[in-house]
């Protein structure tokens, strides 16, 4: 067996392997677990693969058509319309990266089917705008007119159904392994379908661009050197802690979030303590607050400042006894008794109620 024969048996091996993780893969929707990124890293690797022996083995050429290649061989042309779907999907990465990076896959798919006559005069003429294209403003095959945009859309899902639904019908006919032609056809409907996908996949990717333009360049992070002397300037002890009342971490919680706003008005209800021992010691302290008395010791005290108001009940009714011995406590009775009969004498009943005389 030469060496062609060699790598035309790697490229089917590889490719049979790829296409296994990538359908795998669709049957799976959590994106950002690990598993599915370690999966979608292998898959990517095997399509690179497929791509590195198709350039060695000289599959396609521009100087050929579409009828020169065998049927079998016409798959694999789809490999970096693959390899653009699953960069898509990749996490972890620097997103313009990942943009980058699948765009240059969609393109270079679309300029291979291109190049064999595979693309109708409306998908050519609009990727070549969205090869120009690097910003949303380039995007010009889209009409101006909502009603017109709208229109073009709706044209474009039809075809796009219809594409789809004769796919799952050529790949369910009984002659699909033995007619060649049946098998042609699949691979160049499959084309035509993937082609609709890349270019929405570039029009999506161009705007995407042109919004990461406008995002605010990521901030860098201090060195510790001057981390450390930001901190001797602010007053910050190595434990993080700080006296003065301009460390900016002196009014946020333990999230971090804010206390104050930008004009001095809490966000939230937070409690000021004087130094940092105090802090040390309620580090352990129990959530809610300890008796420190008890009921009787409370009563007491109580009683000593006065709040108390001691009698009522029956005997609250009960005249003391006089004291026959204590001449001036009887004589000041004596005396007030006089002087309240005096008193109800020069003020008859009624005789301050003014309002009802005739």
Not at 257 to 277: C, H, M, Q, W
């Amino acid at each position: 067996m030469d060496s062609s024969a060699d790598t035309d048996q790697s490229l089917r091996v590889t490719f049979v392997k790829a296409e296994a993780l990538r359908t795998s893969l669709e049957k799976t929707y959590d994106c950002n677990c690990e598993g599915y990124q370690t999966k979608l890293k292998d898959a990517i690797k095997a399509y690179e693969e497929c791509k590195k022996l198709v350039a060695d083995l000289s599959l396609f050429s521009p100087n050929e058509i579409l009828e020169d290649i065998s049927s079998p061989e016409i798959k694999y042309m789809l490999i970096d319309f693959y390899l653009g779907e699953l960069m898509m999907k990749e996490q972890g990465l620097d997103r313009k990266s990942v943009l980058l990076r699948a765009q240059t896959a969609y393109k270079s798919f679309l300029r291979l089917v291109d190049s064999y006559d595979l693309l109708n005069k409306t998908d050519r003429d609009m990727f070549e705008t969205l090869a120009q294209a690097t910003t949303a403003a380039g995007l010009n095959h889209l009409p101006t007119d909502p009603g017109e945009r709208r229109q073009a859309k709706i044209a474009r899902f039809r075809q796009e159904k219809e594409l789809k639904a004769k796919l799952q019908a050529l790949a369910t006919n009984p002659d699909l392994n033995v007619d060649e032609d049946v098998l042609r056809e699949l691979y160049t409907t499959n084309i035509a379908y993937s082609a609709m996908q890349s270019l929405q996949a570039l029009e999506g990717i161009i705007l995407e661009l042109d919004i990461l333009k406008m995002a605010p360049p990521p901030t860098q992070e201090p060195s510790r050197e001057q981390e450390v002397l930001d901190n001797r300037i602010r007053g910050v002890k190595a434990d993080g802690y700080s006296d003065r009342l301009d460390n900016p971490n002196i009014f946020t919680n333990k999230s971090g979030a804010p206390l104050l706003s930008a004009d001095g008005k809490p966000l939230r209800p937070f409690t000021i303590v004087s130094n940092r021992e105090e802090i040390r010691k309620g580090v352990f302290r129990p959530g809610h607050n300890l008796p420190t008395m008890s009921i009787d010791e409370y009563l007491e005290e109580e009683r000593r400042r006065g709040n108390i108001i001691e009698g009522g009940g029956e005997k609250s009714g009960l005249q003391p006894e006089p004291d026959e011995d204590n001449y001036e406590k009887a004589d000041a009775e004596t005396t007030k008794a006089r002087e309240w009969d005096e008193f109800v004498e020069n003020n008859p009943r009624g005789s301050g109620n003014t309002l009802n005389r005739g």
